[in-house]
């Protein structure tokens, strides 16, 4: 824990508690990554003058430095300087006034510190410790209680939500199809061919039902592509959904459909099975494998020779904890992939 300590001074305090005046974090839900404010609250039957607290906030948040905003104030000074001794993140603010003036209002909001959000979605504890004060108009201490927030971090929401994307060839080239389950605020799609966007595909802006979308690549030759599809919103943000990357085989007659595909992969989400339907249009040794969003194999399914045909094999996680998980099919450097949930 790294330590923000905000130090509100006034002369002559001394200490005396009376009931019903406490300061805390409020308790907020951020997205991952997000800029957002930690607000610091006092409840006060009391006139107050001044206060002081430390606050405790988890290392995997960043401290925005010199944004801090001093809420309610009524004429105090509010003064930045590194604490003696600290390393370069730790922080202290002085607000005082001389001689003291009361803040404006009892109870409320009395200083917001700017925040980065850790990247790992969780629940994080910012605490208060012991030093807390709530100084009145003649220094006397008048704090009774304090304690720290919760901040929720959840994992930021997709504009989309992509069930589905294959890859087949034709007598006139190579389809590709994908389905959405819903869609918001969704422009268009970028269809990227080894890391170059060969298509651009009008979104359906936003849509609760599900949405089917295709495109022909016309131009591709015999040889191995690498099929990638991203989304962009109204407001111009790319999402590339690189788990659903496709490994394709161009034969050399067009005529013949060649490639490997993940067919369909249900329930999802699912609990405590889930059935992975794939399909080969030529025989072919190939790898089954459950991997998890940190790319380490989870559980390799099958690993061997499998004819030309449709097939499907059961995954049963387990002890596996619950959450996303990548399903690869693999033949050679031709790939398969898809996202499954695992509701636990």
């Given amino acids: 824990m790294k330590k923000l300590c905000m130090l509100f001074m006034l002369t002559g305090c001394v200490s005396m508690l009376i009931a019903a005046n406490t300061m805390n974090v409020v308790p907020v839900s951020v997205n991952a990554g997000e800029i957002f404010w930690v607000e610091i609250n006092i409840d006060n039957n009391d006139i107050f003058a001044g206060y002081q607290c430390d606050i405790d906030y988890p290392t995997s948040f960043t401290y925005l430095n010199?944004?801090?905003?001093?809420?309610?104030?009524?004429?105090?000074?509010?003064?930045?300087?590194?604490?003696?001794?600290?390393?370069?993140?730790?922080?202290?603010?002085l607000c005082f006034s001389m001689p003291a003036v009361a803040f404006d209002g009892n109870s409320g909001t009395v200083v917001s510190v700017k925040f980065q959000a850790s990247n790992t979605p969780g629940e994080y504890?910012?605490?208060l410790n012991e030093d807390v004060v709530i100084s009145n108009m003649t220094g006397t201490d008048i704090i009774s209680g304090y304690s720290g927030g919760t901040i929720t971090v959840t994992e930021v929401p997709l504009p989309i939500t992509l069930a589905s994307f294959t890859a087949a060839q034709t007598g006139e080239g190579v389809r590709l199809t994908w389905e959405t389950a819903s869609e918001t605020e969704n422009d268009?799609?970028?269809?990227?061919r080894d890391d170059k966007v060969i298509a651009t595909?009008?979104?359906?802006?936003?849509?609760?039902?599900?949405?089917?979308y295709e495109y022909l690549d016309r131009t591709a030759m015999p040889g191995?592509?690498?099929?990638?599809?991203?989304?962009?919103?109204?407001?111009?943000?790319?999402?590339?959904?690189?788990?659903?990357t496709l490994h394709f085989q161009v034969g050399e007659d067009p005529t013949v459909p060649s490639g490997i595909a993940l067919t369909s992969v249900y329930p999802n989400p699912f609990n405590p099975s889930v059935v992975i339907e794939y399909a080969l249009t030529f025989p072919a040794d190939i790898g089954i494998s459950i991997v998890n969003t940190r790319g380490e194999t989870v559980e390799r399914l099958f690993l061997g020779p499998s004819p030309a045909g449709e097939h499907s094999i059961t995954w049963h996680p387990g002890d596996c904890p619950g959450g996303i998980y990548i399903v690869r099919l693999n033949a050679g450097n031709i790939f398969s992939t898809e996202k499954v949930v695992f509701l636990k």
């Avoid at 268009?188 to 990227?192: A, M, N, R, T």
């Avoid at 359906?204 to 949405?211: I, K």
């Avoid at 191995?224 to 659903?244: I, K, M, N, P, Q």
Wanted: net charge negative; charged share 25%; proline share 3%.
């Fill in 188 to 192: 268009h799609f970028l269809v990227y």
């Fill in 125 to 127: 504890n910012f605490l």
């Fill in 66 to 93: 010199d944004a801090v905003q001093s809420e309610r104030e009524n004429g105090h000074t509010l003064q930045k300087s590194e604490v003696s001794g600290a390393d370069n993140d730790d922080i202290r603010l």
């Fill in 201 to 212: 595909v009008p979104g359906a802006g936003t849509s609760s039902e599900p949405r089917s």
């Fill in 224 to 244: 191995g592509y690498t099929y990638v599809l991203a989304d962009v919103t109204l407001g111009g943000t790319e999402h590339v959904h690189s788990e659903r």
